[in-house]
C-alpha cells in the first residue's frame, strides 16, 4: 500500500518494496548488479540486460585464429557464430582462453567480416 502523510508542511509518501507477490517500489539493477545475476530484489533494465552479452563481426581473409574480447568476466558463456551474408551457423572450435575472451579457431580463414559472433554470459 501507498501511505500519505502531512506534516509541518511537508507531504511525505511511502510505499512497501516489490516482490514477487507485492506491487510496490522497485530499485533499478546497476549493469554491475545485472552482469553478477545474483539480486532478487533488483529490476534489470535493457542496459543491463545488454550488458550480458556481447555482439562482434570477425574475419580478414588470412587468420584462421582469431580471439575476441568479449568483456563479459566469465568462461560461463555460450558462444554461436553465424555467416553475415547467409546467416547461415558456422562451426568451429571455441576455447574460452580467459574470462574475457574466447579463441576462436577456423580450418579456412573467413574473408573480411564475414562471421558474427554472439557471445552471451550464462550463471
Do not use: C, M, W
Amino acid at each position: 500500500g501507498i501511505a500519505v502523510t502531512n506534516g509541518d508542511g511537508i507531504l511525505a509518501i511511502g510505499a512497501e518494496s516489490a516482490s514477487a507477490t507485492n506491487a510496490g517500489i522497485v530499485e533499478l539493477a546497476t549493469t554491475a548488479e545485472a552482469l553478477a545475476g545474483v539480486d532478487t530484489t533488483r529490476a534489470v533494465t535493457p542496459a543491463g540486460l545488454a550488458a550480458r552479452s556481447f555482439v562482434g563481426t570477425i574475419g580478414d581473409g588470412s587468420a584462421t585464429t582469431i580471439q575476441v574480447s568479449h568483456g563479459l568476466s566469465t568462461r560461463n558463456v555460450i558462444v554461436q557464430l553465424y555467416d553475415a551474408a547467409t546467416f547461415d551457423t558456422v562451426i568451429t572450435d571455441v576455447v574460452r582462453t580467459t574470462s574475457a575472451v574466447v579463441t576462436l579457431t577456423f580450418a579456412t580463414a573467413p574473408t573480411s567480416n564475414a562471421i558474427k559472433v554472439l557471445i552471451t554470459r550464462i550463471d
